[in-house]
Protein backbone atom coordinates (compact mmCIF):
# COMPACT_ATOMS: atom_id res chain seq x y z
CA UNK A 1 0.00 0.00 0.00
CA UNK A 2 1.21 3.40 -0.77
CA UNK A 3 0.48 6.76 1.93
CA UNK A 4 -1.87 8.45 -1.34
CA UNK A 5 -4.07 4.88 -0.78
CA UNK A 6 -5.32 3.53 1.61
CA UNK A 7 -6.79 0.06 0.66
CA UNK A 8 -8.36 -2.45 2.71
CA UNK A 9 -10.84 -5.06 3.19
CA UNK A 10 -13.99 -4.22 5.66
CA UNK A 11 -16.64 -6.86 5.81
CA UNK A 12 -17.82 -8.05 2.59
CA UNK A 13 -16.09 -5.19 0.93
CA UNK A 14 -12.94 -4.53 -1.07
CA UNK A 15 -11.71 -0.83 -0.44
CA UNK A 16 -10.24 2.15 -1.86
CA UNK A 17 -9.93 5.81 -0.93
CA UNK A 18 -7.86 7.94 -2.17
CA UNK A 19 -5.73 10.13 0.38
CA UNK A 20 -4.09 13.27 -1.20
CA UNK A 21 -6.50 15.64 -0.15
CA UNK A 22 -4.04 18.64 -0.02
CA UNK A 23 -3.80 17.66 -3.76
CA UNK A 24 -7.36 17.51 -4.44
CA UNK A 25 -7.03 13.84 -4.48
CA UNK A 26 -5.11 13.93 -7.84
CA UNK A 27 -3.99 10.74 -9.45
CA UNK A 28 0.05 10.20 -9.62
CA UNK A 29 1.74 7.73 -11.55
CA UNK A 30 1.94 5.11 -8.73
CA UNK A 31 -1.64 5.38 -7.55
CA UNK A 32 -2.97 4.08 -11.07
CA UNK A 33 -0.39 1.78 -10.81
CA UNK A 34 -1.47 0.52 -7.22
CA UNK A 35 -5.33 0.77 -8.14
CA UNK A 36 -4.49 -1.60 -11.21
CA UNK A 37 -2.81 -4.03 -8.60
CA UNK A 38 -5.96 -4.01 -6.30
CA UNK A 39 -8.40 -4.80 -8.94
CA UNK A 40 -7.00 -7.79 -10.27
CA UNK A 41 -6.41 -8.93 -6.65
CA UNK A 42 -10.10 -8.81 -5.81
CA UNK A 43 -12.19 -9.79 -9.27
CA UNK A 44 -11.87 -13.16 -8.15
CA UNK A 45 -11.11 -12.61 -4.43
CA UNK A 46 -14.81 -14.71 -2.94
CA UNK A 47 -14.36 -12.51 0.40
CA UNK A 48 -14.61 -9.06 -1.74
CA UNK A 49 -18.47 -9.03 -2.34
CA UNK A 50 -18.38 -5.39 -3.73
CA UNK A 51 -15.89 -2.08 -4.02
CA UNK A 52 -16.39 1.01 -2.42
CA UNK A 53 -13.82 3.89 -3.66
CA UNK A 54 -14.13 7.26 -2.16
CA UNK A 55 -11.61 9.79 -1.49
CA UNK A 56 -10.43 11.80 1.49
CA UNK A 57 -11.31 15.26 2.14
CA UNK A 58 -14.42 18.19 1.80
CA UNK A 59 -13.08 19.80 -1.81
CA UNK A 60 -12.70 16.81 -4.34
CA UNK A 61 -12.98 13.52 -4.84
CA UNK A 62 -10.39 13.50 -7.51
CA UNK A 63 -9.55 16.74 -9.45
CA UNK A 64 -7.79 14.70 -11.79
CA UNK A 65 -4.32 13.65 -13.18
CA UNK A 66 -0.55 14.84 -11.58
CA UNK A 67 0.52 16.61 -14.65
CA UNK A 68 3.70 18.34 -13.44
CA UNK A 69 6.06 15.37 -14.15
CA UNK A 70 4.68 14.79 -17.59
CA UNK A 71 5.60 18.99 -18.03
CA UNK A 72 8.85 18.01 -16.36
CA UNK A 73 9.40 15.43 -18.94
CA UNK A 74 8.00 16.93 -22.36
CA UNK A 75 9.34 20.44 -21.70
CA UNK A 76 12.70 18.31 -21.96
CA UNK A 77 11.79 16.83 -25.17
CA UNK A 78 10.96 13.36 -23.39
CA UNK A 79 7.47 12.31 -24.23
CA UNK A 80 7.81 8.46 -23.21
CA UNK A 81 6.77 9.02 -19.59
CA UNK A 82 3.63 11.01 -20.52
CA UNK A 83 2.85 8.21 -23.22
CA UNK A 84 3.55 5.60 -20.56
CA UNK A 85 1.29 7.25 -17.73
CA UNK A 86 -1.55 7.09 -20.43
CA UNK A 87 -1.30 3.69 -21.23
CA UNK A 88 -0.70 2.30 -17.74
CA UNK A 89 -4.04 4.45 -16.51
CA UNK A 90 -5.86 3.71 -19.39
CA UNK A 91 -5.19 0.00 -19.03
CA UNK A 92 -6.81 0.52 -15.31
CA UNK A 93 -9.97 2.86 -16.28
CA UNK A 94 -10.81 -0.13 -18.83
CA UNK A 95 -10.60 -3.18 -15.52
CA UNK A 96 -12.49 -0.48 -13.33
CA UNK A 97 -15.32 -0.07 -16.28
CA UNK A 98 -15.29 -3.98 -16.82
CA UNK A 99 -14.99 -5.07 -13.61
CA UNK A 100 -17.43 -8.07 -12.61
CA UNK A 101 -18.58 -7.33 -9.12
CA UNK A 102 -20.47 -4.26 -8.33
CA UNK A 103 -18.59 -0.99 -7.62
CA UNK A 104 -19.87 2.47 -5.21
CA UNK A 105 -18.09 5.20 -6.08
CA UNK A 106 -18.63 8.41 -3.86
CA UNK A 107 -18.24 11.72 -5.56
CA UNK A 108 -17.99 15.14 -3.59
CA UNK A 109 -16.74 18.29 -4.62
CA UNK A 110 -14.79 18.18 -7.71
CA UNK A 111 -14.56 15.11 -9.91
CA UNK A 112 -12.25 16.17 -13.12
CA UNK A 113 -10.31 14.68 -16.06
CA UNK A 114 -8.56 11.72 -14.10
CA UNK A 115 -11.29 11.69 -11.80
CA UNK A 116 -13.95 10.54 -13.55
CA UNK A 117 -11.80 7.39 -14.90
CA UNK A 118 -11.63 6.45 -11.61
CA UNK A 119 -15.13 7.19 -10.10
CA UNK A 120 -17.07 7.20 -13.26
CA UNK A 121 -17.20 4.03 -14.52
CA UNK A 122 -18.61 2.23 -10.90
CA UNK A 123 -21.80 0.39 -11.63
CA UNK A 124 -23.68 2.84 -8.56
CA UNK A 125 -22.18 6.47 -8.56
CA UNK A 126 -23.54 8.02 -5.98
CA UNK A 127 -23.67 12.11 -5.99
CA UNK A 128 -24.27 15.09 -3.18
CA UNK A 129 -25.11 18.79 -3.17
CA UNK A 130 -21.19 19.74 -3.84
CA UNK A 131 -20.80 17.43 -6.34
CA UNK A 132 -19.03 19.22 -9.56
CA UNK A 133 -17.96 17.13 -12.58
CA UNK A 134 -16.67 18.36 -15.41
CA UNK A 135 -14.04 16.66 -18.42
CA UNK A 136 -11.99 19.80 -18.53
CA UNK A 137 -9.05 18.58 -20.85
CA UNK A 138 -9.75 20.77 -23.96
CA UNK A 139 -8.83 23.48 -21.38
CA UNK A 140 -4.79 22.03 -21.36
CA UNK A 141 -4.72 21.31 -25.10
CA UNK A 142 -6.10 17.35 -24.29
CA UNK A 143 -9.38 15.57 -25.32
CA UNK A 144 -11.61 14.23 -22.73
CA UNK A 145 -10.11 10.61 -21.91
CA UNK A 146 -9.98 8.04 -19.07
CA UNK A 147 -12.96 6.49 -20.98
CA UNK A 148 -14.72 10.02 -20.20
CA UNK A 149 -15.15 10.45 -24.06
CA UNK A 150 -17.46 7.34 -24.25
CA UNK A 151 -20.19 8.66 -21.82
CA UNK A 152 -20.19 11.92 -23.37
CA UNK A 153 -20.98 10.01 -26.57
CA UNK A 154 -23.89 8.34 -24.64
CA UNK A 155 -25.05 11.41 -22.63
CA UNK A 156 -28.62 12.25 -24.60
CA UNK A 157 -28.66 14.48 -27.69
CA UNK A 158 -26.08 16.28 -28.12
CA UNK A 159 -24.57 17.14 -24.71
CA UNK A 160 -21.90 15.34 -25.11
CA UNK A 161 -20.46 17.78 -27.49
CA UNK A 162 -21.13 20.33 -25.47
CA UNK A 163 -19.63 19.02 -22.11
CA UNK A 164 -16.54 18.00 -24.33
CA UNK A 165 -15.85 21.43 -25.89
CA UNK A 166 -16.92 24.12 -22.87
CA UNK A 167 -15.59 21.91 -20.27
CA UNK A 168 -18.52 22.74 -18.13
CA UNK A 169 -19.31 21.63 -14.93
CA UNK A 170 -22.03 19.78 -13.61
CA UNK A 171 -23.70 19.63 -10.31
CA UNK A 172 -25.56 16.87 -9.02
CA UNK A 173 -28.83 16.95 -11.34
CA UNK A 174 -26.63 17.77 -14.29
CA UNK A 175 -24.17 15.04 -13.58
CA UNK A 176 -27.09 12.50 -13.83
CA UNK A 177 -28.92 14.07 -16.81
CA UNK A 178 -26.10 13.42 -18.50
CA UNK A 179 -24.68 10.22 -17.57
CA UNK A 180 -21.64 10.83 -15.41
CA UNK A 181 -23.52 9.75 -12.26
CA UNK A 182 -26.09 7.68 -10.65
CA UNK A 183 -27.72 8.58 -7.42
CA UNK A 184 -28.18 11.14 -5.61
CA UNK A 185 -27.56 11.11 -1.32
CA UNK A 186 -27.07 14.19 1.10
CA UNK A 187 -23.16 13.30 2.33
CA UNK A 188 -24.51 13.55 6.22
CA UNK A 189 -26.05 9.93 4.94
CA UNK A 190 -22.94 8.76 3.60
CA UNK A 191 -21.13 7.18 6.18
CA UNK A 192 -24.34 5.08 7.26
CA UNK A 193 -24.58 3.83 3.39
CA UNK A 194 -20.89 2.79 3.60
CA UNK A 195 -21.56 0.85 6.53
CA UNK A 196 -24.45 -0.74 5.95
CA UNK A 197 -22.60 -1.91 2.48
CA UNK A 198 -19.33 -3.10 4.60
CA UNK A 199 -22.09 -4.74 6.77
CA UNK A 200 -23.96 -7.12 3.71
CA UNK A 201 -22.16 -6.65 1.07
CA UNK A 202 -25.82 -5.63 -0.74
CA UNK A 203 -25.57 -3.14 -3.66
CA UNK A 204 -29.69 -2.67 -3.09
CA UNK A 205 -28.94 -0.76 -0.05
CA UNK A 206 -28.10 1.89 -2.38
CA UNK A 207 -31.15 1.60 -3.74
CA UNK A 208 -33.16 2.30 -0.72
CA UNK A 209 -31.44 5.00 0.61
CA UNK A 210 -30.76 7.20 -2.60
CA UNK A 211 -32.73 10.38 -3.01
CA UNK A 212 -34.37 12.91 -5.32
CA UNK A 213 -31.91 14.25 -7.45
CA UNK A 214 -32.06 18.40 -7.54
CA UNK A 215 -33.21 19.54 -11.06
CA UNK A 216 -31.12 19.73 -13.90
CA UNK A 217 -29.84 23.37 -15.20
CA UNK A 218 -29.04 21.57 -18.70
CA UNK A 219 -32.08 20.34 -19.49
CA UNK A 220 -33.34 23.79 -19.75
CA UNK A 221 -30.65 24.28 -22.43
CA UNK A 222 -31.15 20.48 -24.27
CA UNK A 223 -33.16 22.48 -27.05
CA UNK A 224 -30.63 24.63 -27.95
CA UNK A 225 -27.59 22.89 -26.78
CA UNK A 226 -28.96 20.37 -29.35
CA UNK A 227 -30.06 22.88 -32.40
CA UNK A 228 -26.15 24.56 -32.13
CA UNK A 229 -24.10 21.06 -31.26
CA UNK A 230 -25.66 19.44 -33.97
CA UNK A 231 -23.31 19.72 -36.60
CA UNK A 232 -20.89 17.24 -38.04
CA UNK A 233 -17.49 19.44 -37.05
CA UNK A 234 -16.08 22.08 -34.87
CA UNK A 235 -16.61 24.57 -37.32
CA UNK A 236 -20.23 24.04 -37.76
CA UNK A 237 -21.27 24.18 -34.42
CA UNK A 238 -19.31 27.82 -34.49
CA UNK A 239 -21.55 29.29 -37.33
CA UNK A 240 -24.19 27.98 -35.80
CA UNK A 241 -23.56 30.10 -32.39
CA UNK A 242 -22.16 32.90 -34.43
CA UNK A 243 -25.54 33.14 -35.92
CA UNK A 244 -27.94 33.93 -33.30
CA UNK A 245 -27.29 36.58 -30.86
CA UNK A 246 -28.45 34.95 -27.37
CA UNK A 247 -27.60 35.10 -23.89
CA UNK A 248 -26.82 31.62 -24.84
CA UNK A 249 -24.87 31.66 -27.30
CA UNK A 250 -22.81 34.72 -26.17
CA UNK A 251 -21.92 32.74 -22.59
CA UNK A 252 -20.74 29.33 -24.80
CA UNK A 253 -18.79 31.49 -27.22
CA UNK A 254 -17.04 32.53 -24.42
CA UNK A 255 -16.25 29.25 -22.81
CA UNK A 256 -15.21 27.77 -26.72
CA UNK A 257 -13.06 30.69 -26.71
CA UNK A 258 -10.95 29.95 -24.02
CA UNK A 259 -10.32 26.08 -24.66
CA UNK A 260 -7.94 24.63 -27.65
CA UNK A 261 -9.19 24.70 -30.70
CA UNK A 262 -7.59 21.60 -32.26
CA UNK A 263 -8.18 19.56 -28.79
CA UNK A 264 -12.43 20.64 -29.45
CA UNK A 265 -11.95 19.96 -32.82
CA UNK A 266 -10.68 16.46 -31.63
CA UNK A 267 -13.31 16.10 -29.17
CA UNK A 268 -15.97 16.56 -31.19
CA UNK A 269 -15.35 13.91 -34.13
CA UNK A 270 -14.36 11.05 -31.13
CA UNK A 271 -17.89 11.64 -29.84
CA UNK A 272 -19.34 11.37 -33.37
CA UNK A 273 -17.18 8.18 -34.17
CA UNK A 274 -18.21 6.62 -30.62
CA UNK A 275 -21.71 7.46 -30.73
CA UNK A 276 -23.35 3.78 -30.85
CA UNK A 277 -20.85 2.07 -29.18
CA UNK A 278 -21.07 0.48 -25.60
CA UNK A 279 -16.53 -0.35 -26.18
CA UNK A 280 -14.66 1.04 -23.42
CA UNK A 281 -11.27 -0.77 -24.97
CA UNK A 282 -12.83 1.37 -28.32
CA UNK A 283 -13.14 4.70 -26.14
CA UNK A 284 -9.69 4.24 -24.60
CA UNK A 285 -7.72 3.38 -28.08
CA UNK A 286 -8.85 6.65 -29.91
CA UNK A 287 -8.49 8.98 -26.54
CA UNK A 288 -4.82 7.77 -26.89
CA UNK A 289 -4.15 8.32 -30.60
CA UNK A 290 -3.77 12.12 -29.62
CA UNK A 291 -3.13 11.61 -26.16
CA UNK A 292 0.25 10.06 -27.10
CA UNK A 293 0.58 12.60 -30.12
CA UNK A 294 -0.33 15.65 -27.88
CA UNK A 295 2.90 16.48 -26.48
CA UNK A 296 4.64 16.34 -29.69
CA UNK A 297 2.31 17.76 -31.86
CA UNK A 298 -0.77 19.10 -29.89
CA UNK A 299 -1.14 21.94 -27.49
CA UNK A 300 -0.46 19.83 -24.17
CA UNK A 301 2.83 21.24 -22.83
CA UNK A 302 1.47 25.22 -23.45
CA UNK A 303 -1.98 24.46 -22.34
CA UNK A 304 -0.28 23.32 -18.83
CA UNK A 305 2.24 26.17 -18.75
CA UNK A 306 -0.75 28.41 -19.13
CA UNK A 307 -2.78 26.67 -16.31
CA UNK A 308 -0.09 25.30 -14.01
CA UNK A 309 2.63 25.91 -14.21
CA UNK A 310 3.27 30.13 -14.81
CA UNK A 311 -0.52 30.47 -14.16
CA UNK A 312 -1.58 33.05 -16.29
CA UNK A 313 -4.40 31.46 -17.50
CA UNK A 314 -3.13 33.08 -21.27
CA UNK A 315 -2.34 29.74 -23.45
CA UNK A 316 -0.97 30.53 -27.09
CA UNK A 317 -2.62 27.84 -28.88
CA UNK A 318 -1.27 26.76 -32.05
CA UNK A 319 -4.68 27.14 -33.99
CA UNK A 320 -7.15 30.20 -33.92
CA UNK A 321 -10.73 28.96 -33.90
CA UNK A 322 -11.40 30.33 -37.42
CA UNK A 323 -8.56 28.22 -38.87
CA UNK A 324 -8.89 25.05 -40.81
CA UNK A 325 -8.67 22.09 -38.40
CA UNK A 326 -9.62 19.30 -40.74
CA UNK A 327 -6.15 17.98 -41.50
CA UNK A 328 -4.22 18.29 -38.26
CA UNK A 329 -7.37 16.85 -36.48
CA UNK A 330 -6.74 14.07 -38.87
CA UNK A 331 -3.75 13.36 -37.84
CA UNK A 332 -3.98 13.17 -34.27
CA UNK A 333 -6.38 10.60 -34.73
CA UNK A 334 -5.06 8.53 -37.32
CA UNK A 335 -4.49 4.97 -36.40
CA UNK A 336 -0.59 4.45 -34.18
CA UNK A 337 0.13 0.93 -35.76
CA UNK A 338 3.01 -0.12 -33.68
CA UNK A 339 2.26 2.26 -30.80
CA UNK A 340 -1.90 1.56 -30.89
CA UNK A 341 -2.83 1.04 -27.41
CA UNK A 342 -3.42 -2.56 -26.25
CA UNK A 343 -5.43 -3.04 -23.28
Not at 7 to 25: F, H, S
Not at 238 to 254: I, P, Q, V
Request: hydrophobic share 40%; charged share 25%.
Amino acid sequence: MINDLHVRKDGAVGWITLNRPKALNALTYEMCLEIEKTLDGWAEDPSVSMLIIDAVGEKAFCAGGDIAEMYATGTAGDFSYGRQFWRDEYRMNAKLFRFPKPVVSFLQGFTMGGGVGVGCHASHRIICDSSQISMPEVGIGLVPDVGGSLILARAPGRLGEYLGTTAARMGPGDAILAGFADYYLPENAWDGLKSELAKTGDWTCVDVMAGTAPEAPLANMQREIDRHFGGETLADILRSLNGEDTDFTKETLKKLKRNAPLSMACAVEMIHRLRGTSSIEQALELEYRFTHRAMEHGDFIEGIRAAIIDKDRNPKWKHGLDDPLDVDMSKMLRPLGMDALTL
